[in-house]
């Protein structure tokens, strides 16, 4: 059993039938190699970097580390339901080191529901939500960081900065700045998703309100107390 491996076993033998008996020494080790059950799957495009590998078992209940060893990426330009046919071949090894025969599959990779995509939520005074100025991280335009403000999600997964080249999509906005409009600063930014089916680009477009003001009262430091004499004259010492 698992509970015997590595470890040596003093065994005794009895004859069933004339009561004879023979004792031995055993050293219990795992030579049996694991188990991988690949069988061809359909994922969302977007889950692909969730999938782990086949399932494996392993007669001795040892730790089991999956290498992937062959990958092969075909894309579909024109396909109504999927983008990518990624065929991969596995291979097992477990804590003795016996090796599993190498199985292969095929993982379909389905289109990109965009019934799924999601924008950031405007942020303006209206409903509370309001920048404040120098409250928050910058971009390389100096406007406030997308990390900040939201990025558009699909299917609640972030596809902003990374955008998903594996389902097709392309993610990027642009702002437009109005300064000083009813004591805030507007930004108008542009979202942009485009997925790239067939020969075909499909745009889904949002714009972001972001309103950045000033609630914050100033502060006067104190100045220290100062004393001043006259000598009596027009001059002050």
């Known amino acids: 059993t698992k509970a015997h491996l590595g470890k040596k076993i003093t065994a005794k033998l009895v004859d069933g039938c004339g009561g004879n008996s023979c004792w031995s020494t055993i050293f219990v080790e795992d030579k049996l190699p694991p188990q991988s059950l690949c069988q061809d799957i359909v994922l969302p495009c977007d889950k692909l970097d969730q999938y782990t590998g086949p399932f494996e078992s392993d007669n001795c209940g040892s730790p089991i580390t999956t290498k992937l060893v062959?990958?092969?990426?075909?894309?579909?330009?024109?396909?109504?339901?999927?983008?990518k046919f990624i065929d991969r071949s596995?291979?097992?090894?477990d804590a003795a080191g016996n090796k599993s025969a190498i199985c292969n599959m095929r993982i379909s990779l389905e289109r990109a529901?965009?019934?799924l995509l999601d924008f950031p939520h405007s942020l303006m005074?209206?409903?509370d939500s309001a920048l404040i100025c120098k409250s928050f991280p910058l971009d390389e335009y100096g406007n406030p960081a997308p990390s900040f403000t939201g990025v558009p999600t699909l299917a609640g997964k972030p596809i902003y900065p990374n955008s998903n080249p594996i389902c097709n999509l392309y993610v990027g906005y642009s702002d437009e700045v109005f300064d000083n409009i009813g004591c805030a600063t507007k930004i108008f930014r542009s979202w942009v998703v485009v997925e790239e089916h067939?020969?075909?680009s499909n745009y889904f477009r949002f714009n972001q309100i972001i309103e950045i003001t000033d609630t914050v009262a100033p502060v006067i430091?104190?100045?220290?107390?100062?004393?001043?004499?006259?000598n009596g004259s027009d001059i002050c010492e």
């Open 70 to 83: 062959n990958e092969t990426i075909t894309p579909l330009q024109c396909d109504e339901d999927f983008v």
């Open 198 to 200: 067939c020969s075909v």
């Open 221 to 230: 430091t104190p100045l220290p107390n100062q004393i001043v004499s006259t």
């Open 113 to 115: 529901d965009m019934s």
């Open 90 to 93: 596995y291979q097992a090894t």
């Open 125 to 127: 005074m209206s409903n």
